[in-house]
Structures are given as C-alpha cells and as structure tokens.
C-alpha cells in the first residue's frame, strides 16, 4: 500500500544538529513532489520545505531558510531533510507528506518527533 | 504571504448537526487552490478537498467543500461520531503554501 515512514527524530541541544528520512514505499516516488510539514507540540500545521520531483527545484519557510537543506534519492525511494543549528522552537513533528498533483498533500507519514532541548 | 484565518475556533455540537466552518483569506486565493484536511489526535492530517470543492479519494458525501476568493467553508451535512477532529485549510496558490490556524469540532 502507498505509505511514507519517518525516522530521525530525538532529542537534539540547542545548536545541534538532526537528518530526518522518509522511506515511501507502494507508488512511484519519483513521480512525485515532496513536502515536509511540522506540528509543534499543541499548534497547527507550518509547512517546511518542498522538493519537486527532480529535486530541480527547493523551497523553504523563512523560518528555516539557510538551516535546513532538503533533499531525495529517487533511486532509494526517500526524501531527507537536514537540520543544522537547531532551536527550542523547530521542536515538532516533523511529518513528510506527499504532493497530490490536483493540489494538496494526499498521503502523510505517521510523523518523528524532534525536541530542541539542553 | 496568505494568512487564512479559521473560524470558529472550536465548534461543539452533537452527533446528526450540521458543521460549519470558515476559512477567510487575506488575499484573494487563486484558481481556488485551497485544501481542507481533517486531523485526529495522535494521527496525521487526512486530505479532505483540493481545489476547495473537489473531494479526496474516500471522503464520504455528507463532507462538502465550497467557496472562492477569500471566503471558503467546509461544511459537514450531519456529524457523525468518526467526524469529531481539528479541521485546517491550506491555500497552495501562492508561495510560500500557508495553513490556517484550525477548527476544533468537539462533542457537545
């Protein structure tokens, strides 16, 4: 069946630093944009960073610009997203999440928890 | 950027009622390039409409999408007890894609 598993998350100190991977598994992942959408604990929905199908073309949130740096392996069927000089307020979930072409995003890993925390 | 504003905040009402809920856009959303997603606790968001009114794959019919311009609304025809979840719209006409803030619909 057409799933996304995140991995990565923990616990990270101030200034630290984390890769979170996405293994998708059950369609063809190089079909497909990317996305990377993150819940801090008890808010709403921020996305992250998106990735287009190549890889030819990234976008980021203001809020992580020049931090993170997303990326894929299509010929491993994952998406990544290093996270460098962390802050107490990237703690979340950190989901992946599928781009659907019409518009949205219409298949989600189950999310990794990261906590930015000394 | 967009900044979509959900209202109410939280909504409680019983099993068999008619939901409501708005999502108002600061500026004009484009081709109607709005989602709506359904999240439970401890669960990731479910797709419920892309281009504001079309349906995602297995979302049943008491769930409608409707709206363009800065004003769109979710509406479900009448509750049952699997609806009961926080409701976010996304807008994805324009960068950077945006979220609003979501509608909690609680059990009265």
């Known amino acids: 069946q057409v799933q996304l598993v995140e991995s990565g998350g923990g616990l990270v100190k101030p200034g630290g630093s984390l890769r979170l991977s996405c293994a998708a598994s059950?369609?063809?992942?190089?079909?497909?944009?990317m996305s990377w959408i993150r819940q801090a604990p008890g808010k709403g929905l921020e996305w992250v960073s998106y990735i287009s199908s190549s890889g030819g073309t990234i976008y980021y949130a203001d809020s992580v610009k020049g931090r993170f740096t997303i990326s894929r392996d299509n010929a491993k069927n994952s998406l990544y997203l290093q996270m460098n000089s962390l802050r107490a307020e990237d703690t979340a979930v950190y989901y992946c999440?599928?781009?659907?072409?019409?518009?949205?995003?219409?298949?989600w890993g189950q999310g990794t928890t990261v906590t930015v925390s000394s | 950027e967009i900044v979509l504003t959900q209202s109410p905040g939280t909504l409680s009402l019983s099993p068999g009622e008619r939901a409501t809920l708005s999502c108002r856009a600061s500026q004009s959303v484009s081709s109607s390039y709005l989602a709506w997603y359904q999240q439970k606790p401890g669960q990731a968001p479910r797709l419920l409409f892309y281009?504001?009114?079309s349906r995602a794959t297995g979302i049943p019919d008491r769930f409608s999408g409707s709206g363009s311009g800065t004003d769109l609304t979710l509406t479900i025809s009448r509750l049952e007890p699997e609806d009961f979840a926080v409701y976010y719209c996304?807008?994805?006409?324009?960068?950077?894609?945006?979220f609003g803030g979501g509608t909690k619909v609680e059990i009265k």
């Open positions: 059950g369609f063809t992942f190089s079909d497909y944009y």
């Open positions: 996304q807008q994805y006409g324009s960068s950077p894609t945006t």
């Open positions: 999440a599928r781009e659907y072409g019409s518009g949205g995003m219409d298949v």
């Open positions: 281009g504001a009114s």
